[in-house]
């Protein structure tokens, strides 16, 4: 497991209002969660510690910054802490809108307790499960790029289930070679056969296609 996966998830809570950042806050660490609280989007923007995993609560409506502002900020710096929206107005037009942007919920003040812990459990629980598979798939990308160039160009052609004397007149080179070249990638890249060649290199968009 990784750094990022294998630390605490925390919940991170945005919320101009104190009392609101007291009360989210409580409920959350009940339920067994770290918090930290902000009352701004730039407070969070300076402070945070983004590698751990979790989520965030967040206000719609703040001074400065509002909680879409930041929302918008955080796809541009491709900040991928999934955003449970809070607002103390029922305005569907900004909850449609946050959603389609990729907002995990959208509740409404005040927040019942048994919603707002189902949406913290879904919210990091996703957060965990994306981050294990961007971490699987970068691991993946760095074993493959330890091939040859070479290897790079006929993996896929293998995985694709091209006959070995087809992949040698493409490629210019004995039959034999390219029976070598197989053994060599299928070793590399810890396979031992084309259905889980083809799977890996699917995984990481290099099946060709």
Known sequence: MSLSTSLT???RIIDDDEMVLRSESFLARMVGFQTVEYQSAKDFLDKDDMVRPGCIVLDIRMPGMTGIELQNVMIEKGIDLPIIFLTGHGDI???VSSLKKGAMDFLV???DDTKLQAALDKAVQRNLEERKEKEEKSRKISVFNQLTEREKVIAPQI???KANKVIAIDEEVSENAIKKYRSSIFEKLNVKNIIELSDFLRHIG????
């Open 9 to 11: 998830p925390l919940v």
């Open 93 to 95: 037009d900004m909850a």
């Open 109 to 111: 003040k005040p927040v």
């Open 159 to 161: 995985a694709q289930g």
């Open 206 to 209: 290099k099946s060709g296609e």
